[in-house]
């Protein structure tokens, strides 16, 4: 039976919008009539998943992640250092042995309010880290723990969840390493962040969200770095066995990932194991992470590449380096990570959803900024997580829904325990990374190239493609989906599935 969407809808309003201990009413603050922000009167306060139990004797990894501006130099001197935002003082790398819980403490110092999206992370709906919809959003000065089991393991990143095009922009990203999935050990593990920065001449940001980007491919940066290093080479064991864990955490640009002067496999997609894959080009959107192994040449001194071939020219964008004195390690052959712990779905009794992605004219008639009483602006948009204008549709439905709830109903409601089909159709000229927020699904059909079935939590519909991901629901609660071309994010790419 086809499932309708739109015939789930939200009964309780949600989104109180409080700061500095002052809950805002609609009508109280001068909102432009038929915009409801917030329910007036008692009761209405918005009500979240309740966050997990943690056992007593959990593993604990304690992490203190401060989301402030600092300066990093970007551009080699005399270029100036940029004012990026960032968790720590260095590029953000936390790591895990499987089973052991995260404890992070997120220090919001921004001058906005913020959350953590853990992406990827199959995690109990309370730390998912959406405002409005999983949690409150971390106001200016606040702080808030997220603690949770991460199942799997593999490789993740985590990043804000609302005015992503400047928070992320403008760096705030750090990587999520779960250990424990290698059958044969690597000499070097090495984490590669791929991403562009919109910066001018003297390492200033430059305008992250343009109408032009938004309503096509994306705003481009134009300084494309590894690591926030242009072309860096990274010395490696010479003839060692290599693990790269490559991350696309640009907001717009897609990578297809090759790698010159040695053979390479893919052996994990985002995160997850894939049976070793030789490597040609791996295509890679917005959000989405390959995990190669390779064996470097025994000559101290050779170089391989990291090649992207997406661009007219193929582009190195990172080198690796024998160094030292080789390793003698037997002949290779690339070893398979073990085996995922996900549910796999049962394609044969599934229900379908089809998903539509089109363009969509719809202004979003937003009232003017909030003046808050503490002065400091806020802008009716940012409560709502978009830009002011929409672009993108899901299913003729652009983000927020036409109705005077802050947030939308869910576009479908899945059946705890259940196997769904989501066939992603794409009806517009442009590629979307599609994110599916609270489950990994398989990627198992096109209308227009073979599959490799993998696991995935965003993978790539490429114009007039009609792509088939089935999963088990089995994680409840209110999760979004959206396009991680975060313009299109932002500019109405998004909505809300809900499993029970
Ligand atoms: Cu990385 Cu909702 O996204
Ligand atoms: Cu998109």
Redesign the pocket.
């Known amino acids: 039976m086809p499932i309708i969407p739109g015939q789930n809808s939200i009964s309780r309003r949600r989104a109180i919008l409080s700061l500095g201990g002052v809950v805002l009413s609609a009508g109280g603050l001068g909102y432009a009539s038929g915009h409801v922000l917030a329910e007036s009167g008692k009761g209405a306060q918005q009500t979240y998943p309740a966050a997990p139990d943690m056992p007593a004797n959990a593993k604990v990894h304690a992490e203190s992640l401060t989301a402030i501006q600092r300066s990093r130099q970007l551009v080699t001197p005399p270029t100036r250092a940029t004012d990026i935002l960032s968790y720590t003082d260095g590029p953000t790398v936390i790591r895990l042995k499987q089973g052991e819980w995260l404890e992070a403490t997120l220090n919001n110092r921004l001058h906005e309010h913020t959350t953590i999206?853990w992406?990827?992370i199959r995690l109990p709906n309370a730390m998912d880290g959406?405002p409005y919809l999983t949690q409150k959003p971390i106001m200016p000065g606040e702080s808030f723990v997220y603690r949770f089991q991460p199942p799997d393991t593999g490789t993740f990143?985590f990043?804000p969840?609302c005015n992503?095009v400047e928070q992320l922009g403008r760096g705030l990203a750090g990587v999520l390493v779960i250990e424990g999935d290698e059958t044969r050990p690597h000499d070097h593990d090495l984490v590669c962040v791929y991403r562009d920065w919109r910066i001018d001449a003297v390492g200033r940001f430059q305008p992250m969200m343009t109408d032009a980007g938004a309503s096509k491919a994306g705003t481009f940066g134009n300084h494309r770095t590894i690591n926030d290093q242009v072309q860096p080479v990274f010395k490696v064991p010479a003839g060692g066995d290599i693990r790269v864990r490559f991350l696309n955490v640009d907001m717009s640009r897609v990578v297809d990932l090759g790698v010159t002067g040695a053979d390479a496999w893919v052996i994990a997609t985002d995160g997850n194991q894939l049976p070793p894959q030789k490597l040609k080009a791996w295509r890679l959107g917005p959000?989405m992470r390959a995990d190669l192994t390779l064996r470097m040449p025994k000559e101290a001194g050779t170089r391989i590449q990291l090649v992207n071939y997406y661009a007219a020219q193929p582009i190195v964008i990172a080198e690796l380096e024998a160094a030292d004195t080789p390793l003698d390690r037997p002949d290779f052959a690339p070893a398979p990570l073990k085996a995922v712990a996900i549910p796999e779905p049962d394609i044969d009794s599934a229900e379908t959803f089809q998903l539509r992605l089109s363009a969509s004219s719809s202004p979003a008639q937003l009232p003017a900024d909030l003046v808050m009483p503490d002065g400091s602006i806020q802008r009716y948009a940012d409560a709502l997580c978009l830009a002011s204008k929409t672009f993108w549709a899901f299913n003729g439905q652009p983000w927020p829904n036409a109705s005077h709830e802050v947030l939308p109903p869910p576009l479908v409601t899945f059946k705890r325990g259940r196997t769904y089909i989501i066939e992603i159709i794409n009806q517009t000229p442009h590629i979307h990374p599609i994110?599916l927020?609270g489950h990994t699904f398989k990627v198992f059909a096109s209308s227009k190239n073979d599959v490799i079935p993998h696991w995935a939590d965003?993978t790539i519909v490429a114009p007039k493609e009609r792509l088939k991901i089935a999963f088990v629901a089995d994680n409840p609660g209110d999760w979004?989906i959206?396009c991680?071309i975060i313009e299109h994010?932002e500019t109405g790419m998004m909505g809300i599935y809900r499993v029970v």
């Open positions: 999206h992406h990827g959406v990143f990043h969840h992503t959000a994110h927020h965003t979004m959206h991680h994010q």
